[in-house]
């Protein structure tokens, strides 16, 4: 019962660093999502995906990158990580997507990600 | 003004009180309504999705307003378990699911 898999759970950069977060499910989810969390700020969306091949913007995407070459994965990359961007990010899957009523949205335990 | 907005509380009410939040969204072709509860530093999980008729799970009760648009969670006879950060979730754009968040509002339930 594996679910959402996020790795790493902790992750201190430097500022201009690069790094992927990873993110996995095995529940042949179509849909993927990023978000991030910070205080006060709720949790919002990065880059979401609807299937293999699409991805597209959330309302916070400057910054970082996605792709969804499978339909288990959805990697979320930093390209050159800033302070600002020192946050906890959640990915989440949804079974559900085009015609059909939204899912439940199960997410990922979070990534911890501090940048110096 | 934010999509789908929450009084962040916190709400601190005595065991076995009841207590209601509401949500309100801003875009009225919004679809689907969904309350999650998210613990401290752990990941939001579903506490209950929000028909148009209302529903009950239990001590919870989740209502929609289209016409006013907010949605409400209700929760009976707290539980000290029932501490936690209640999130709202729209879903507003018909084929693309893009899950808005709100803030969440914080209750704590004292002894």
């Known amino acids: 019962n594996a679910g959402v898999t996020q790795t790493p759970k902790f992750q201190v950069l430097k500022t201009g660093q690069s790094m992927t977060l990873q993110c996995a499910q095995d529940?042949?989810?179509?849909?993927m999502s990023w978000y991030r969390q910070d205080p006060g700020m709720g949790l919002r969306l990065i880059h979401y995906?609807?299937?293999?091949?699409?991805?597209d913007q959330g309302e916070v995407p400057n910054g970082y990158n996605v792709s969804r070459s499978t339909t288990e994965d959805f990697p979320l990359r930093l390209l050159s990580a800033a302070p600002s961007q020192t946050s906890v990010y959640f990915c989440?899957?949804?079974?559900?997507?085009?015609?059909?009523?939204?899912?439940?949205?199960?997410f990922g335990e979070g990534s911890r990600l501090t940048v110096l | 003004r934010k999509e789908v907005e929450q009084d962040p509380g916190p709400f601190n009410v005595p065991e076995g009180a009841t207590v209601a939040f509401n949500c309100t969204y801003s875009?009225?072709?919004?679809?689907?309504f969904f309350w999650y509860r998210q613990d401290c530093r752990k990941e939001p999980k579903l506490l209950m999705s929000?028909?148009?008729s209302g529903n009950e799970d239990g001590r919870f009760t989740a209502q929609l307003n289209r016409a006013s648009q907010y949605i409400s969670l209700l929760i009976r006879d707290s539980k000290l378990s029932d501490s936690a950060t209640y999130l709202c979730?729209?879903?507003?754009?018909?084929?693309?699911?893009?899950?808005?968040f709100g803030t969440g509002t914080r209750l704590k339930v004292l002894a």
């Open positions: 989440a899957s949804s079974r559900t997507s085009g015609r059909v009523r939204p899912g439940e949205l199960f």
């Open positions: 529940m042949n989810h179509e849909y």
């Open positions: 995906s609807v299937g293999a091949g699409i991805t």
């Open positions: 875009n009225s072709a919004s679809q689907s």
């Open positions: 929000v028909y148009s």
């Open positions: 979730v729209v879903n507003h754009l018909k084929g693309t699911y893009k899950y808005i």
